[in-house]
């Protein structure tokens, strides 16, 4: 029997509480992360990549409307200052939103390689490790 993959490192990006807080049990649940750190504002987030003594980031779920910088304004700050690659690996947009253009406009930004809607489940992260797997 094969391993499962192991996501090292996840970022959560959203204004939330509630979310985050069922996030978190659905990532500890899942048994293939092993760190999460958390942000309910994205320019927290985008500070925090800044440092040079933070984690390896694998996976990050962002959500896209927030108060203050949204996930696009994030997306555009962080690949502005690291660069298209600035995830190792994967982002996901995680939303409510149904607006079609927001699915387009994820697309063009070559970090993003998923958008999906809330909420997330066990089984999505399953595959979501396996992807990070593939990437790295």
Do not use: C
């Not at 293939?32 to 980031?57: G, P, T």
């Not at 997330?120 to 979501?128: H, K, Q, S």
């Amino acid at each position: 029997m094969t391993a499962k993959p192991i996501i090292e490192t996840v970022m959560l990006i959203d204004d939330e509480r509630a979310d985050q807080i069922m996030y978190r049990r659905i990532l500890e649940r899942s048994g293939v992360v092993r760190n999460h750190i958390s942000f309910q504002y994205a320019s927290e987030a985008l500070e925090y990549l800044k440092r040079q003594d933070r984690a390896e980031i694998d996976l990050i779920f962002l959500d896209i409307n927030m108060p203050g910088m949204s996930g696009f304004e994030f997306l555009e700050a962080a690949t502005a200052e690291f660069g298209p690659g600035f995830a190792k690996a994967v982002v996901v947009m995680l939303t409510t939103s149904l607006n079609p253009r927001d699915r387009e406009r994820a697309a063009q930004f070559d970090a993003v390689r998923d958008f999906v809607n809330k909420p997330l489940t066990v089984e999505y992260i399953e595959t979501l490790a396996e992807l990070v797997a593939g990437s790295q």
